[in-house]
């Protein structure tokens, strides 16, 4: 991420060749930086479980050692990490965003055929586990072989051609300027991940669950993010003279608008599916209703928040194209230390257990919201974020109607669908099939209240004269 930020927000200014010279030497610098850190990573992978969740060596010493196992299979992901984001930011900055977008797919490609294939092969949870954090490794490798090919094809640089840092060249210093207060505020948001897992450790089930509400919840949101983010950052570098500021505050208003939409019609839409979405998708076998329920209540807190996961990142993007990485920095700062309060308070005072870890980090999201745009007001005057709370207002009340008609949908037509399911069951056989039968039709009631929801969710924005949904061809960035 750091690097993908610093990167296109550097480029956006310089010509092709200054650019190529640009991108060789910062891919150059975060290989040397980074392969030290996989090889520590690989070395030391025992003490960093231990350090991030302390209780699985009491709790679940096997979970511990599938873990240490696969973080050192995962190791050579840290320098590779850094490869494709500085990929993604060439790329982007060049308005190729196809390869940036999808290029995510061939890791969960990769993690899909293992799974696949360990399903038929069969083996102990640690060799599954360990073809697990295979398939991850080499989904990373394939993105940056692909974004690498293509970035040569284009003539953004060249494989595996080394450049060392050019003194004269102010450029990359340019770059780190973003990059290293990038990184600790990126460093700050993993770090508050990792106070969760500290708490969840001592907590049955609950670091389970806690991942697989995040996958849920947070999987749809950061591929909305992605879409929303890849193409922005160059286009808020590109006005980042003083002189070009009103049109600036535009786009930032604008792209605001947008965010806070994308993520309340994410939570209108699923909050009310929590539940049955849940259950369509992990539960079976040792997965029981109970653990269903535990991780639709995770999942619910997760998407109340996602309006402001989106619209933080929006705001951080305006900072770096700016040129300024630290505001952004001392705020992550002062979340972490929030958050660590927080989950301390509604862990161990309120009783809250693993919602109140989620609940923490979303009260934590919403102050540093108003931080960050009390703060980009003070630097950009014509800001005026005040212009767009109405709109922000109507679309919650839009959100709501959602919402609503979601789960009225859903239980109404749950008995119908019911009906025929079990009509269809009593003439089917053998026991899987009715099981398929079953599963479909729970599939059938998600996706038609679902996209209910979504079609009245535009319908009462455009009745309420919502500009962006009545011509998203000008209005979305």
Same mark, same amino acid.
């Given at each position: 991420?750091?690097?993908?930020?610093?990167?296109?927000?550097?480029?956006?200014?310089?010509?092709?060749?200054?650019?190529?010279?640009?991108?060789?030497?910062?891919?150059?610098?975060?290989?040397?930086?980074?392969?030290?850190?996989?090889?520590?990573?690989?070395?030391?992978?025992?003490?960093?479980?231990?350090?991030?969740?302390?209780?699985?060596?009491?709790?679940?010493?096997?979970?511990?050692?599938?873990?240490?196992?696969?973080?050192?299979?995962?190791?050579?992901?840290?320098?590779?990490?850094?490869?494709?984001?500085?990929?993604?930011?060439?790329?982007?900055?060049?308005?190729?965003?196809?390869?940036?977008?999808?290029?995510?797919?061939?890791?969960?490609?990769?993690?899909?055929?293992?799974?696949?294939?360990?399903?038929?092969?069969?083996?102990?949870?640690?060799?599954?586990?360990?073809?697990?954090?295979?398939?991850?490794?080499?989904?990373?490798?394939?993105?940056?072989?692909?974004?690498?090919?293509?970035?040569?094809?284009?003539?953004?640089?060249?494989?595996?051609?080394?450049?060392?840092?050019?003194?004269?060249?102010?450029?990359?210093?340019?770059?780190?300027?973003?990059?290293?207060?990038?990184?600790?505020?990126?460093?700050?948001?993993?770090?508050?991940?990792?106070?969760?897992?500290?708490?969840?450790?001592?907590?049955?089930?609950?670091?389970?669950?806690?991942?697989?509400?995040?996958?849920?919840?947070?999987?749809?949101?950061?591929?909305?993010?992605?879409?929303?983010?890849?193409?922005?950052?160059?286009?808020?570098?590109?006005?980042?003279?003083?002189?070009?500021?009103?049109?600036?505050?535009?786009?930032?208003?604008?792209?605001?608008?947008?965010?806070?939409?994308?993520?309340?019609?994410?939570?209108?839409?699923?909050?009310?599916?929590?539940?049955?979405?849940?259950?369509?998708?992990?539960?079976?076998?040792?997965?029981?209703?109970?653990?269903?329920?535990?991780?639709?209540?995770?999942?619910?807190?997760?998407?109340?928040?996602?309006?402001?996961?989106?619209?933080?990142?929006?705001?951080?993007?305006?900072?770096?194209?700016?040129?300024?990485?630290?505001?952004?920095?001392?705020?992550?700062?002062?979340?972490?230390?929030?958050?660590?309060?927080?989950?301390?308070?509604?862990?161990?005072? /309120?009783?809250? @257990?693993?919602?109140? +870890?989620?609940? $923490?980090?979303? !009260?934590?999201? #919403?102050? %540093?919201?108003?931080? &960050?745009?009390?703060?980009?007001?003070?630097?950009?005057?014509?800001?005026?974020?005040?212009?767009?709370?109405?709109?922000?207002?109507?679309?919650?009340?839009?959100?709501?109607?959602?919402?609503?008609?979601?789960?009225?949908?859903? /239980?109404?037509? @749950?008995?119908?669908? +019911?009906?025929? $399911?079990?009509? !269809?069951?009593? #003439?089917? %056989?053998?026991?899987? &099939?009715?099981?398929?039968?079953?599963?479909?039709?729970?599939?059938?009631?998600?996706?038609?209240?679902?996209?209910?929801?979504?079609?009245?969710?535009?319908?009462?924005?455009?009745?309420?004269?919502?500009?962006?949904?009545?011509?998203?061809?000008?209005?979305?960035?």
């Amino acid at each position: 991420g750091p690097c993908h930020t610093a990167l296109a927000a550097s480029l956006g200014t310089r010509s092709k060749v200054e650019g190529r010279k640009l991108t060789e030497e910062i891919s150059t610098l975060v290989g040397f930086v980074l392969l030290p850190a996989s090889i520590a990573i690989f070395v030391f992978a025992p003490s960093l479980i231990d350090l991030a969740a302390p209780g699985l060596a009491h709790t679940n010493p096997l979970t511990r050692a599938i873990a240490v196992r696969q973080l050192r299979v995962m190791s050579p992901c840290a320098m590779l990490a850094g490869l494709i984001g500085v990929a993604f930011g060439s790329l982007s900055n060049a308005g190729m965003y196809t390869i940036p977008s999808l290029s995510p797919a061939f890791s969960s490609i990769s993690i899909i055929s293992i799974i696949m294939l360990q399903c038929t092969m069969g083996g102990t949870q640690m060799y599954m586990g360990t073809w697990l954090a295979i398939g991850m490794t080499c989904g990373a490798l394939v993105q940056w072989i692909v974004q690498t090919l293509v970035m040569a094809q284009q003539g953004k640089t060249y494989p595996l051609r080394a450049r060392w840092l050019n003194r004269a060249d102010s450029g990359w210093k340019e770059v780190l300027l973003v990059m290293l207060p990038a990184c600790i505020s990126s460093g700050m948001s993993q770090l508050v991940i990792y106070v969760d897992l500290y708490y969840a450790s001592f907590m049955p089930g609950a670091a389970a669950a806690l991942a697989y509400a995040s996958m849920l919840g947070m999987a749809p949101l950061g591929i909305l993010s992605s879409s929303l983010l890849v193409p922005l950052l160059p286009r808020f570098s590109r006005l980042a003279a003083p002189d070009q500021w009103l049109q600036l505050g535009v786009e930032i208003r604008q792209a605001t608008s947008v965010a806070v939409g994308l993520g309340i019609a994410l939570a209108a839409l699923l909050i009310p599916l929590s539940t049955p979405t849940v259950c369509v998708v992990l539960q079976r076998q040792a997965f029981d209703p109970h653990a269903s329920n535990m991780v639709a209540q995770l999942m619910r807190c997760y998407l109340v928040g996602a309006p402001f996961y989106l619209l933080r990142d929006v705001l951080l993007r305006a900072f770096f194209a700016l040129g300024d990485g630290s505001s952004p920095t001392w705020i992550s700062l002062v979340s972490l230390l929030g958050n660590v309060a927080l989950d301390w308070f509604f862990v161990n005072r /309120v009783g809250l @257990g693993a919602p109140g +870890l989620i609940i $923490a980090t979303v !009260i934590v999201n #919403i102050i %540093s919201v108003g931080l &960050l745009i009390v703060m980009l007001g003070k630097r950009i005057e014509c800001l005026q974020i005040s212009r767009v709370l109405p709109t922000w207002i109507r679309l919650v009340a839009g959100g709501v109607v959602a919402a609503a008609t979601t789960h009225t949908v859903y /239980v109404s037509s @749950g008995s119908r669908i +019911l009906d025929w $399911a079990r009509s !269809i069951a009593a #003439i089917a %056989s053998p026991v899987e &099939l009715v099981h398929i039968v079953y599963w479909l039709m729970d599939v059938g009631m998600v996706c038609l209240a679902a996209g209910c929801g979504l079609c009245v969710y535009l319908l009462v924005l455009l009745v309420l004269r919502i500009k962006m949904v009545e011509d998203p061809r000008r209005k979305i960035v």
